[in-house]
C-alpha cells in the first residue's frame, strides 16, 4: 500500500510547453436531460491540467454544451428517439478518437439498448485509454471479461452498485470486502479498477492503494463525473493508468475536503468539487 506522500507526481511544465504537450481528451457523454454530466467531465478534465478537450454528446445536447463549455470544444453526434448516443455514431466516434490520447465514456450517457451496445463496442476495440465511467460500466455488467482483450489501457470507475452488478456480488457483499473486489475485478478483466466510495480502492489485480481522502459531502449527483474528467487528464498528460486512478482519487477527495472545509459537507455540490481542482493540485504540487 502507498501513502499520499508516495503518490506519483505530474511532471513538470517546460517554459516553451504548448497546449498539445499535456494530453487531448475525448469525452463521450450526456443524454437528454443529463448535459450536467457531459459538462462536469469535460471542465474537469482541464482543470485537472488536460491541454485540449473535446466533449461530443447526442446532437440534441449540443446548442446546450457549446454555451455551457468555454473552454472546451464541442461535437454532435447521431441520437435516438430517446436523446441518447446512437449506434450509427460508432464510425464518426472511431475516427474521430484517432485525434486524442485518451477517451472518457459514461457520464450521463443513459440506458437505451442501443447505446449500451454502442458503448461495449468502444470498451472493448477502440485502440485508445479509456476511462470508463457509470452507464458505460453498466452497460458492460453481463460480461465485463470483454475487457480483457481491449487494444488500450482501461480504467473502471464504479461505485459500489456499479461493482455489485460488475461481479454479481450484493452491494453489502462489495463493500464488506472492497479491496479483495477491487482485485479480484481488475484480474479477471485485465484493467485497472478504482471501486468509490469510503477509503476508495484503486488497484491493477497486482497492486493496490487506498486512497485518503474525501468526505460524506462528496456523496452528491455529479461528483463521479468531475473524478472521471480528472482520471482521464491526468492519462493524457503520461501518467500511467494506476497512477493516474490514484492520484486521480487522492486530488479529486482533496479537492472535496477543502471545498467542505470552505463551504461545509451538508451543501456541497460537484460544482464545488471543480472549483477546488486548481487549489488541490497546487497543493500536489507543493510536495515536490
Not at 452507464?135 to 481491449?150: F, G, I, S, T
Not at 456480488?169 to 479491496?179: D, F, H, N, P, S
Request: include cysteine.
Amino acid at each position: 500500500m502507498r501513502t499520499a506522500i508516495d503518490l506519483p507526481r505530474l511532471p513538470r511544465r517546460a517554459a516553451d510547453a504548448h497546449k498539445g504537450d499535456f494530453g487531448r481528451v475525448l469525452v463521450l457523454a450526456g443524454s437528454r436531460g443529463m448535459a450536467g454530466a457531459a459538462a462536469l467531465a469535460g471542465e474537469a478534465a482541464l482543470r485537472a491540467g488536460a491541454g485540449l478537450v473535446t466533449v461530443a454528446s447526442p446532437q440534441s445536447l449540443y446548442p446546450i454544451l457549446a454555451v455551457k463549455l468555454t473552454c472546451c470544444t464541442t461535437c454532435p453526434l447521431p441520437e435516438t428517439s430517446s436523446g441518447t448516443f446512437s449506434e450509427r455514431a460508432a464510425g464518426a466516434i472511431l475516427e474521430l478518437a484517432k485525434a486524442f490520447d485518451v477517451v472518457a465514456l459514461g457520464p450521463g450517457l443513459g440506458r437505451h439498448t442501443g447505446t449500451w451496445r454502442l458503448a461495449r463496442l468502444l470498451a472493448a476495440g477502440l485502440r485508445k485509454p479509456m476511462v470508463l465511467d457509470a452507464d458505460a460500466l453498466n452497460a458492460l455488467a453481463e460480461k465485463p471479461e470483454c475487457l480483457r482483450h481491449a487494444p488500450a489501457p482501461r480504467v473502471l470507475t464504479p461505485h459500489p452498485g456499479e461493482m455489485a452488478r460488475l461481479t454479481h456480488l450484493t452491494i453489502g457483499e462489495v463493500q464488506g470486502a472492497r479491496r479483495a473486489t477491487a482485485v479480484w475485478l481488475a484480474r479477471h478483466c485485465n484493467v485497472v479498477v478504482l471501486l468509490k466510495g469510503h477509503g476508495t480502492v484503486v488497484s491493477d489485480g497486482r497492486r493496490s492503494h487506498v486512497n485518503p481522502t474525501g468526505n460524506p459531502g462528496m456523496a452528491t449527483g455529479g461528483a463521479g463525473d468531475v473524478l472521471t474528467g480528472v482520471v482521464a487528464a491526468l492519462i493524457g498528460q503520461g501518467l500511467s493508468p494506476f497512477d493516474a486512478a490514484a492520484l486521480g482519487a487522492y486530488v479529486h477527495g482533496l479537492a472535496g475536503d477543502l471545498a467542505a472545509r470552505a463551504l461545509g459537507e451538508v451543501s456541497l455540490t460537484a460544482t464545488d468539487i471543480l472549483d477546488a481542482l486548481p487549489q488541490a493540485l497546487k497543493h500536489i504540487a507543493g510536495r515536490r
